[in-house]
């Protein structure tokens, strides 16, 4: 199945370049529904229409898409399954992640550990991640299929390796910012990364350019994770649907944390290695706003914001080493800019 | 790496396949300690180590290596990846039921949600289940890995629906023969079928012919599951390693309350109807017994038996319809027989 990327050519570039972006979201949440007809038994496969079907950004099947149209002029049906096929992993991510952090909410709804159970959620997210294997080799089976294979090893086995660090870093308080780094890349990072990279390698594009984009990913990654960490404080709840200061309530070490204990005064990082110590456990929402004021006395926001917009610098500089034969190029730097521009 | 099957021309068949089959186990032990290097991080790997390394008969990888010998003369590296993948795709599956079914023990060690929790437990499952993939796609970079992955998602999710059916089941008393046989097929039987198929297509045997060692595989599979009901009736604790009628104190409706439910007086059918009622919490050890008659009086033992046996006949009959060009059909001979007469 074939659908053309430029609908007209009086448009202004990044007008159409933001209707393609726009036309590839509306396809890609039609192929989703097509994905997820009920099915027996229904135990096992209604948790999963239920979390593919909360919605969300849809980031990493979008960039799976850019990948694709560096070396593609058009989507073609194996593009749609490898944009599939990171969007489950991510949904089967997300589910066992629910489960191990207790989180009773995805997206404003009952996550499926609430809505069914853990038995449950459990096994509808490993049944995700066989699925996931499957649209893969349906992608690649006509292109360098093992290597394909063991790129997205990488990626997958780095979102394991990202989501125990994070655990881990929940029983200890000597977390240093090159662990906090690791783990990020670990958990959003290299999914980007792997996102964009599958894309190049299904429309046949060289490794060593599709490796760039995986990098290009990864930097994206960095960025969008540390500006997640900067919404939960300085963010609009409005906008972010999140209330303000939620990660604080929860003790979770984001990188603001970080950046405050580096730059806090004795009795600020007194406070805050109490708060976020692993043992405590009654963290009282009126002092929130000392953690706060704590951020604002160390300009925690700013230079936190300053370290992401590095990493999406750098994911531009690398940009602008590669060219695209079809739209790609434009599109990513379109999602690039509106990543930027986010507010939630 | 090559490892002759062949060791003596001088000894009878029956020894040299015997000798065969169990330096194919040492050999597979070996790599599965080769497989388990102490890795970073800790939390994520050791739980991995510690299951593959608990034991158990390594029934689907010398299943996966006979697949493999019906094509090939000897073992290589590409053999025993697969064997690893099935080996890893079974413990992957037992962590993550453990977890389901609330067990304590494996194989009379602790269960991994036991020993650390349950999010270690979920965790490393998953990036066992992303490694099996990986040795799979390693295992068939040379041979046709598309249609492998094909025929392996087959299986991978027919385990998945079998744990779903086995969970639905115990929530219900009306379970028919027919649905338990579609749950024991996906809880044990596909994968024994697909290990023996993806040892042949591996070897780069034809289609059709690793169907029919599916096939076998699978009827195998059935008469294994079915013979298990059975052993924990009539099987000898000291050799099953199990307590007499765990099962029975557990509630689990196996194939011998199936058979008893059809042929049991209506007094015993009531016994047996609220004994393994959903509702019912407190089954008392006393009344094991009583069961345990109730399957006497109905031939449930016989029966169940018999129909095992019926299931190792059609994997015989079957396997007298094909050849093989190494020794892999003398060893899965001498495997069936072994299985016929195990006792634990």
Same mark, same amino acid.
């Given at each position: 199945m074939v659908m053309s990327c430029r609908t007209s050519v009086f448009l202004p570039d990044i007008l159409i =370049?933001?209707?393609?972006?726009?036309?590839?979201?509306?396809?890609? !949440?039609?192929?989703?529904? &097509? %994905? +997820?007809?009920?099915? $027996?038994?229904?135990?096992? %496969?209604?948790?999963?229409? %239920? =979390?593919?079907?909360?919605?969300?950004?849809?980031?990493?099947?979008? #960039? +799976?898409? +850019?990948? %694709?149209?560096?070396?593609?002029?058009?989507?073609?049906? $194996?593009?749609?399954?490898?944009?599939?096929?990171?969007?489950?992993?991510?949904?089967?991510?997300?589910?066992?992640?629910? =489960? /191990?952090?207790e989180a009773p909410l995805r997206r404003g709804f009952a996550t499926v550990h609430q809505k069914w159970n853990i038995p449950t959620a459990i096994l509808s997210g490993d049944v995700m991640l066989i699925q996931v294997y499957h649209l893969l080799a349906r992608a690649g089976a006509t292109r360098d299929l093992p290597h394909i294979m063991d790129r997205f090893h990488e990626t997958a086995v780095g979102v394991c390796e990202g989501q125990q660090l994070d655990m881990d870093f929940e029983r200890t308080d000597q977390v240093g910012w090159t662990a906090y780094l690791d783990m990020i890349r670990g958990k959003t990072a290299v999914l980007l990364g792997g996102s964009l990279e599958l894309g190049a390698l299904l429309a046949g594009w060289p490794h060593d350019d599709a490796l760039t984009l995986y990098r290009i990913g990864e930097q994206l990654g960095m960025s969008f994770q540390?500006? *997640?960490?900067?919404? *939960?404080?300085? @963010?609009?709840?409005?906008?972010?649907?999140?209330?303000? @200061?939620?990660? =604080? #309530?929860? @003790?979770?070490?984001? &990188?603001?944390?970080?950046?405050? /204990? !580096?730059? &806090?005064?004795?009795? *600020?990082?007194v406070f805050l290695a109490d708060w976020y110590h692993p043992d405590h456990s009654l963290r009282k929402e009126q002092d929130i706003e000392r953690i706060i004021a704590i951020f604002d006395r160390t300009g925690a926001g700013g230079t936190v914001l300053a370290r992401a917009s590095a990493y999406e610098e750098e994911a531009m500089r690398l940009l602008a080493g590669i060219e695209s034969r079809g739209p790609g190029k434009a599109c990513l730097q379109q999602m690039i800019r509106e990543l930027q521009g986010r507010d939630g």
């Open positions: =370049i933001m209707q393609t972006l726009s036309q590839l979201r509306e396809e890609f !949440e039609t192929r989703v529904r &097509a %994905y +997820c007809p009920p099915r $027996e038994p229904r135990g096992l %496969y209604d948790p999963v229409t %239920y =979390i593919l079907q909360l919605g969300g950004k849809r980031v990493r099947p979008l #960039l +799976c898409a +850019c990948g %694709y149209l560096f070396g593609a002029e058009d989507m073609r049906e $194996e593009a749609w399954l490898g944009a599939l096929a990171v969007e489950v992993f991510h949904n089967f991510s997300l589910l066992h992640d629910d =489960i /191990m952090d540390l500006k *997640d960490d900067w919404l *939960d404080v300085f @963010g609009e709840p409005g906008k972010t649907g999140k209330r303000q @200061g939620g990660d =604080i #309530l929860r @003790g979770k070490k984001t &990188a603001l944390v970080h950046v405050a /204990m !580096e730059g &806090a005064g004795s009795s *600020d990082r």
